[in-house]
Nanobody
């Protein structure tokens, strides 16, 4: 059973920065992809950024140039450095991992961490 523990959320003023961290444990297989999603009140969960095992990254257009995703495979961790935060970035941020083993796809989610950006 994969467990994902997120940290780093909080309240920040517009223009500020936050760094989210997510550490995984209990995985049997290495993670093909690790990423961050977010869900604002009344909205669907959306992709923020992902990073594959070879370091390829993908970002939502709304965060390109402001957010940076990275991972530490040795620590089974993924990070999201968020800069120039805006009120529209306010959401619960969820860590996500994807792995494959014996033909089965494993998709796991963290419990979420609140990010609130005040104007």
């Amino acid at each position: 059973q994969v467990q994902l523990v997120e940290s780093g959320g909080g309240l920040v003023q517009a223009g500020g920065s936050l760094r989210l961290s997510c550490t995984a444990s209990g995985n049997r297989f290495s993670f093909n992809a690790m990423g961050w999603y977010r869900q604002a009140p009344g909205k669907q969960r959306e992709l923020v950024a992902t990073v594959t095992s070879d370091g390829s990254t993908n970002y939502a257009d709304s965060v390109k140039g402001r957010f940076t995703i990275s991972r530490d495979n040795a620590k089974n961790a993924v990070y999201l450095q968020m800069s120039s935060l805006q009120p529209e970035d306010t959401a619960v941020y969820f860590c996500n991992t994807v792995s494959y083993g014996f033909g089965v796809r494993y998709n796991n989610w963290g419990q979420g961490t609140q990010v609130t950006v005040s104007s």
